[in-house]
């Protein structure tokens, strides 16, 4: 059987035009979970515009972020808007703020983590629009992988800034612990609805059909649902297990990350009461068992 698509080993070009108004920067943080690293966007036409997300604050960054601007025509940012509040995308804005002078930030607010990076925010909700010469976004909430995630459209090409919830290649991870699948897919559905022609996702290559994407992430989550069911059948009782079966033709290293997603699923898959667990403090090292009904 061979491997699933991944981002291991994945190249990208440190920037790129992808479009009259989008120019992409490599956030220079690459890793299992973030593959060659966190898009950055420049966003406009005019000499002030947005960057959509900062990376996680790598000095070798800010290098990459000018020489896009400088290349583009962009002489500084209007401000700074970011998808959520994960250390991969807003970590880098307060070394952006002390290196290019203060900027606004934008973001929905989650504040357990917001105060953790002591920004003044500008709060954003569902439907909120930011705009700037040649470029009008509008924020979409759409939690599941983070509590305060919102997608962005870009009305003058009908595309979709994605952030986590989409990805150029591969899935996303769903956090045991702050995430939710079944927020997730109700998110998932929300963007469906938008349908979107091309998805600037943070992670991986430009995604030129929008809703084809969102289509196939939408049938993989239920078809996850479905096998993970099918290995508890076959006597999986413990998320380790699950993984092991479920994730097989997956590389090892990617099975901590597989883990958290099996987790999600089992929740939503509790709530709807198809399984159960035994109920001690840790959904992750429980044991699960398939409900009467299931």
């Not at 033709?249 to 901590?256: K, N, Q, T, W």
Request: hydrophobic share 40%.
């Amino acid at each position: 059987m061979s491997s699933p698509p991944t981002m291991i080993g994945l190249e990208m070009p440190d920037f790129a035009r992808w479009s009259e108004r989008v120019v992409v920067a490599l956030g220079q943080n690459p890793s299992v979970f973030t593959g060659p690293g966190t898009n950055t966007y420049l966003i406009g036409t005019g000499p002030q515009r947005i960057l959509l997300d900062t990376g996680g604050g790598e000095p070798e960054y800010l290098e990459v972020l000018e020489r896009a601007m400088r290349e583009s025509g962009c002489e500084g940012l209007q401000e700074i808007v970011l998808t959520h509040g994960h250390p991969d995308h807003i970590g880098g804005a307060i070394a952006l703020n002390d290196h290019l002078g203060p900027v606004p930030v934008s973001k929905k607010a989650w504040p357990e983590v917001d105060e953790n990076y002591h920004l003044e925010l500008r709060l954003l909700e569902d439907g909120d629009v930011i705009e700037t010469e040649g470029a009008r976004l509008r924020a979409v909430y759409t939690p599941g992988h983070a509590i305060d995630h919102l997608c962005f459209v870009l009305e003058e090409e009908g595309s979709l800034f994605s952030g986590d919830n989409v990805l150029g290649i591969g899935t996303t991870v769903i956090p045991s612990k702050s995430g939710s699948l079944a927020d997730y897919m109700r998110s998932l559905r929300r963007l469906l609805e938008e349908r979107p022609k091309a998805i600037y996702p943070a992670h991986g290559p430009l995604i030129a059909d929008g809703v084809a994407k969102i289509r196939e992430y939408i049938a993989h989550r239920e078809e996850r649902d479905v096998q993970i069911l099918a290995a508890m059948r076959e006597g999986a009782e413990t998320i380790a297990a699950i993984v092991k079966i479920v994730y097989r033709s997956y590389p090892v290293s990617l099975h901590a990350a597989a883990g958290q997603s099996v987790c999600s699923h089992l929740l939503k898959l509790e709530h709807e009461g198809r399984v159960a667990r035994a109920g001690g403090p840790d959904p992750l090292v429980d044991d699960w068992r398939l409900a009467e009904s299931a």
